[in-house]
């Protein structure tokens, strides 16, 4: 299984999402694993 | 996507949320959300801010070759990242959450 553990501190950020929620990625610390996924266009 | 939220559920049992960033705006995201019902944050990134940030401090991916997926543990730590050069180049799920085992059992 090709893996990369590049094991850095991801960054920070906050966003809303479309509903306008806010979402900070620190905020799933010590909480939950986060997926993230940088899309580039819809289809 | 599409693949995303059929697995959902089971990236859930493990313990991870999924969010996807991505230059669209607000309307856009809010409209392909609805179409596919998908049930994870959309999260507009008209500005680029998030994905500079990622693509200037971990430098994990150029320009022009999105899309991208990291994983970020419990601890805020990057544990995996794939890019691909076109949307179909997408890690397949059961590796993601294969992954997600091992970074369940480390943690226990």
Known sequence: MPKVAIQQPAPDFELQDFRGRTIRLSDYKGQKHVFLVFNRGFR | MAQLR???HLFLEKGAEILVVGPENRSAFAAYWEKNDLPFPGLPDPGHHVLKLYGQE?????FGRMPAQV????QGMTRYVHYGQDMSDIPPNEELLALLDELNREID
């Open chain 2, 71 to 74: 994983l970020v543990d419990r």
């Open chain 2, 58 to 62: 971990i430098k994990l991916f150029k």
């Open chain 2, 6 to 8: 059929q697995d959902y």
